[in-house]
Every structure is written in structure tokens, then in C-alpha cells.
């Protein structure tokens, strides 16, 4: 069965800094990645994924990810975080018609 | 696309008691799937429910505890039977959906139970 480590339960990082949010998955023939946003009270926002082609993917709200397939990351970035960015990012694999399995979760918290 | 909405977004209930989720989407979808995401934690999958055919749970979760229906290819309905405080989490449905057969997600069903 697929999985998912997110290295890191929580990152703390000041406005219009960087951040990197770690992810690592199990390997697979194929997988399919994504990347979900939870804000405060709300419910999963898909924010990339990666199915096929370019290993660099860029999703919304200025967020983007890489695929690398030999060390089995997709890390998410962002060149220069917002306090709005504040929330908890969740990665996620699935394989085939799988379901996708989520890792634990880490939560980004942007300091003004 | 898929537009996931789910009823009640939120309740609180007694031990003991049972409480049946909703789940809609605005269009056929084939695979629809519940999870739980516990105060704190990420999501864990419930069951999948395809319509026409019996749910399938993962380990650790049972028909006898989270009884699934399925009568049709845009609703499904998820009862938490017989509840204790451990009980207490965020159910949310989810279904496949589209050209790439995305996964979509409803706001959730915020469950406390006293």
C-alpha cells in the first residue's frame, strides 16, 4: 500500500520569506501526487498535482512542487509566504483507482 | 468538477446515540469515498462506496460501527452508530469526479460527542 511522510509537523517562517514543505512517498510503478491546503475551519483546497509530464508544477496561489521520481519527494515550495498563507498542507499520493492516502499533515504558520 | 455538499456541517451528540451524514454532489460519480480526520490529524479513509455494490472499509473500521448507503450515483450517507467521545472528528466525503478523475472533497461534518 501507498504512503506518505511529511517530515515536518510544523514550520514556522516569517512573511515574504521561502518555505519548502517536505514530502516523501512509497514507490510505485506510477503514482500520482497532490498537494491539499486546509485553512482554519474550512475544508481540503486542492492546490497542485502532479499526474504526468513536467516534473515542475505550479498550482495556485503562487505555490509550486517538484517530482522526484528518484528520491521519491514532491516537496512543496513558495518563493515568499503571506500570512494568509497560514494553514495546514497535506500531501497525498494514489496509485491507479486507488484512493488517495494523506500524510500526517504539516502545519505552516506565517509570522508578521 | 464536482460540488460536494454535506449535512449536518456539524453536531454534537450523546454517547450512545447514532448520527447519519449526508452527502450530495452535483453530479454521477462513480466512487465515492468517506474519511475521518481526527482533532489534530490527517485524513483517514473510512470506506469506499460504490454505487450498486456493498461499501469496502479499511482495517480497523466495520460495517457494524459506520454503516454506508449508496442508493444512487450522486448521494451516499455514512452513519456513526452507537457513539463514544473517541467518536469525536471531522467526517468528510469525497468523490472522484471529471476528465482526470480528480478527487473532490465536501467541507467535512465537524462530530462532537459528549
Known amino acids: 500500500a501507498q504512503s506518505v511522510t511529511q517530515l515536518d509537523s510544523q514550520v514556522p517562517v516569517f512573511e515574504e520569506a521561502p518555505v519548502e514543505l517536505r514530502c516523501n512517498y512509497s514507490?510505485?510503478?506510477?503514482?500520482?501526487l497532490f498537494w491539499y491546503v486546509q485553512y482554519p475551519n474550512q475544508g481540503l483546497q486542492l492546490l497542485l498535482k502532479?499526474?504526468?509530464?513536467?516534473?515542475l508544477v505550479k498550482g495556485i496561489n503562487g505555490f509550486e512542487a517538484e517530482f522526484n521520481k528518484s528520491q521519491t519527494s514532491f516537496h512543496l515550495r513558495k518563493p515568499s509566504v503571506h500570512i494568509s498563507d497560514t494553514a495546514e498542507y497535506f500531501c497525498?499520493?494514489?496509485?491507479?483507482?486507488?484512493?488517495?492516502?494523506f500524510g500526517k499533515g504539516t502545519r505552516l504558520s506565517v509570522i508578521a | 468538477s464536482a460540488v460536494i455538499s454535506q449535512k449536518p456541517s456539524r453536531d454534537i451528540c450523546q454517547r450512545g446515540t447514532s448520527l447519519t451524514i449526508q452527502c450530495q454532489v452535483d453530479?454521477?460519480?462513480?466512487?465515492m469515498f468517506w474519511y475521518r480526520q481526527q482533532p489534530g490529524q490527517s485524513l483517514t479513509l473510512i470506506a469506499t462506496?460504490?454505487?450498486?455494490?456493498?461499501?469496502?472499509?479499511e482495517s480497523g473500521f466495520v460495517i457494524d460501527k459506520f454503516p454506508i448507503s449508496r442508493p444512487n450515483l450522486t448521494f451516499s450517507t455514512l452513519t456513526v452508530s452507537n457513539m463514544s467521545p473517541e467518536d469525536s472528528s471531522i467526517y468528510l466525503c469525497?468523490?472522484?469526479?471529471?476528465?482526470?478523475?480528480?478527487?473532490?472533497f465536501g467541507p467535512g461534518t465537524r462530530l462532537t460527542v459528549l
Open positions: 469525497s468523490a472522484r469526479a471529471g476528465e482526470l478523475n480528480e478527487q473532490f
Open positions: 497525498a499520493v494514489k496509485s491507479g483507482n486507488t484512493p488517495l492516502v
Open positions: 502532479y499526474l504526468s509530464g513536467s516534473t
Open positions: 462506496a460504490n454505487q450498486g455494490s456493498e461499501a469496502t472499509y
Open positions: 514507490s510505485s510503478v506510477s503514482v500520482y
Open positions: 453530479s454521477q460519480v462513480t466512487m
